[in-house]
């Protein structure tokens, strides 16, 4: 893994614009699609394991809600991610590095105008479960009105 890490840290230095965090997310995003898929990351050839940006994109999507829910968009902008083509460039990033890979037909194009990071995030983020603000703001010692 320092390896990896290793050539992480010389992407940044050529391309400072997103976290090392922003990296090592996308590589677990790629870990949950290609499970979600039902894809074995141990196959033999790299397009038994190959997923479009499209699909990863839908990945990142599902485990970004499972792993950050309401604070997924603001956890993006502190990484430096503020649209879907940044994962595009993240993604390419890791693939010029040899750190991943890609078909004939990948591009960074591939990840642009999938969804909108602001709505899917932040205007149409639904809690999931039975919360009742009202217990938790007088839990706060907040009297309600």
Excluded: C
Excluded at 17 to 42: C, I, W
Excluded at 82 to 103: H, R, Y
């Amino acid at each position: 893994m320092t390896k990896t890490w290793n050539k992480v840290k010389e992407i940044i230095k050529k391309d400072p614009r997103y976290s090392p965090q922003a990296y090592q997310f996308v590589f677990e995003a790629l870990d949950y699609t290609t499970n979600m898929l039902g894809k074995n990351q141990h196959k033999a050839t790299d397009l038994d394991r190959h997923v479009t940006g499209k699909q990863l994109m839908e990945g990142i999507r599902k485990y970004s809600l499972k792993q950050f829910g309401f604070m997924a968009l603001t956890v993006f902008i502190q990484w430096g991610v503020n649209q879907d083509a940044d994962f595009g460039n993240i993604v390419f990033n890791l693939v010029e590095s040899g750190l991943m890979g890609k078909t004939e037909t990948d591009s960074r194009d591939d990840f642009k105008n999938i969804y909108d990071l602001k709505k899917v995030f932040d205007d149409e983020f639904k809690f999931d479960g039975n919360f009742d603000v009202r217990l938790s703001l007088s839990a706060l010692g907040i009297k309600k009105r």
